[in-house]
């Protein structure tokens, strides 16, 4: 599981950069979407009608966001108190949806940086686009200039933000054009979430250094750690006990089988064990590293 945190301006295409990365195989979890959800929980509704009353509810009792948008975003205290009643839950539901999923999570959330980047969040994506570009693309929901600055008002500073994500899209031009950025995005996502630790072990020091050597001059890994190790282990049938050197390597995902034929060939044993696992956790600066050092 590798989860990307995509936020961005108001209206300036967070939901369409999540909704191509869902086409090109992610999962997608959105914070608005449980915003949504939550506008129908019985305690949300009960604290909302006992702070403003029955003016922010259509006759049939349904919550009006026109009307609730009117308290929020013209009064510090009122938005306050709603963010404070809502992103907890969402948080909480979001954290679950995440670590229950798998593969590639995508999960838009609008005020990321604002409330801080939760633990599971592996890499953030910063959508940003000209006000002219949104003010257009964003009438037809009869969202004007006033409306998406109003939005932003208590927002942290574009720029903080920018200088904090990983990654940033500048949604600029056509649609198609930014199909294009997403793509190099994915790739990029591709490389950066299959970083693998791995392992094997030989006979001696001196095999385990040569085999280490040979694997990182042909850029197959970014480095190894050689241990020398206690191993009991069943061959044939009988078991045997002897010190063994543990080779531990840091690569990508999609080395491990030229990995695997380099340890083989190279190795005094009839079945040498490579194994490796994707790392669940590591900073971005070390994944890159590890690609470019793997020669990504
Ligand atoms: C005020 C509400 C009722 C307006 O509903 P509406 O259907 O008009 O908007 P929707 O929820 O679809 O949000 C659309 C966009 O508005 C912006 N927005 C929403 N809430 C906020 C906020 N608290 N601060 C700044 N921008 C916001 C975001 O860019 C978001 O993507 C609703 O947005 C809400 O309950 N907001 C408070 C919860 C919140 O902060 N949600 C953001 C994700 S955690
Ligand atoms: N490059 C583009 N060219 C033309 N229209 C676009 C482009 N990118 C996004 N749009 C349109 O702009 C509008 C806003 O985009 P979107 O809903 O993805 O923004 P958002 O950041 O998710 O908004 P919100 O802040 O409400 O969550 C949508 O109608 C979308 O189709």
């Not at 369409?16 to 608005?32: C, E, P, R």
């Not at 999923?101 to 959508?127: H, Q, R």
Request: aromatic share 10%.
């Amino acid at each position: 599981m590798f989860v990307v945190g995509l936020t961005g301006d108001v209206g300036a295409g967070k939901t369409t950069v999540a909704s191509m990365l869902s086409q090109l195989g992610a999962q997608y979890i959105s914070a608005d979407r449980i915003v949504s959800e939550l506008w129908q929980d019985e305690d949300i509704l009960k604290a909302a009608k006992d702070r403003w009353g029955t003016r922010v509810f259509s006759d049939g009792g349904t919550p009006l966001p026109e009307r609730i948008s009117e308290i929020i975003f013209e009064d510090e205290g009122e938005y306050k108190w709603l963010c404070n009643l809502l992103h907890p839950r969402v948080r909480e539901q979001m954290e679950a949806k995440v670590l229950f999923g798998s593969g590639l999570i995508v999960a838009e959330i609008p005020l990321l940086f604002e409330n801080g980047v939760p633990w599971w969040v592996d890499f953030t994506v910063y959508v940003t686009s000209p006000m002219e570009e949104r003010i257009k693309r964003n009438s037809e929901r009869g969202w004007d200039e006033l409306e998406l600055t109003r939005r932003e008002k208590w927002l942290m500073p574009q720029e903080i933000k920018l200088k904090a994500s990983d990654w940033v899209i500048a949604n600029d031009r056509r649609l198609d054009e930014l199909r294009v950025e997403v793509k190099k995005l994915m790739v990029f996502l591709k490389k950066i979430s299959c970083c693998i630790e791995g392992f094997f072990t030989c006979g001696s020091f001196e095999e385990a250094e040569r085999i280490a050597k040979k694997l990182l001059e042909k850029n197959l890994v970014a480095c190894t750690n050689i241990v020398d190790v206690e191993s009991r282990y069943l061959w044939l049938g009988n078991l045997e006990s002897e010190t063994e050197y543990l080779v531990v390597f840091k690569s990508i995902e999609s080395l491990f089988p030229e990995i695997e034929r380099v340890v083989r060939d190279e190795h005094s044993y009839d079945l040498p064990v490579v194994t490796a696992q994707r790392m669940k956790k590591a900073s971005i600066d070390v994944r890159k590293w590890i690609m470019e050092e793997c020669g990504s």
